[in-house]
């Protein structure tokens, strides 16, 4: 009794996508309990006796050919035909105009997002390649040239390397390009070292195993690494001691007589 009066209260609240898949196996079960047929439409009577509303698919409680029950004729006996259920709304048939203009705006609406992400994707794959602000700003190095006496030699730091910019005088002029070139060991004129003759900008790294030569020094009166002897003259090139090449010429330019560009 308490089963049948649980299933009696039970039964109306199922709606008709739950009936799908419960109802046979329930009606089946309660065979024997005195319900009036379940493909009536009913509610609950005086009597306490109740019958299950219809099932959103008669096919699904109509006899099988094999006898099976019909979940079992169907997994023994596949099909492609399928039958839709039209019980709680009109099914469109395929190509049907009224669902083009939807069809439409999903497809361009998702090729448009697909788009977008591969275009986000590239732009960060290529800036993730691209120099960051601060090196760029180290990329280049203006030098104020108004404040360099001559005869003075101005240190700089520029891509983390020390850069020298000397300011010569007409002696140093003359006497750098009295060298007899052939008794260089690196051979290179002092005209093709320099852009203007009274400024000679060059790297401040001995070309032997890196150190930093001290300015206005040496026998030549340029520069003079103090950690192995190297000597260089009054145009940074190489004449004595283990370096092997004259003092790198940077990349540089003048944008007036009183500023300097380095890079």
Known sequence: MAVRRGIQLLAPRLSDQGARFLGAPICSQAANLPFHNCDD????????????????????????TSGLPPTQHVMKNPTNIIDYDEHGHERFAPGDPGKRAFTYFVLTGGRFIYASAIRLAVLKFILSM??????????????????????????????????FVKHRTEEEISKAK????????????????????????????????????????GDWGGWFCPCHGSHYDLSGRARKGPAPYNLEVPEYSFTDDTNLVVG
């Open 41 to 64: 439409r009913s509610s609950v009577g005086p009597s306490g006796s109740i019958a299950f509303t219809r099932f959103s698919s008669n096919s699904a409680l109509a006899p099988t």
């Open 130 to 163: 691209t120099a960051t602000k601060d090196v760029l700003a180290m990329a280049s190095l203006e030098v104020d040239l108004s404040a360099i006496e001559p005869g003075n030699t101005v240190t700089v730091k520029w891509r983390g390397k020390p850069v």
């Open 178 to 217: 009295d060298e007899d070139i052939s008794k260089l060991r690196d051979p290179e004129t002092d005209d093709a070292r320099t852009q203007r003759p009274e400024w000679l900008v060059v790297v401040g790294v001995c070309t032997h195993l890196g150190c930093v030569p001290l300015p206005n020094a």
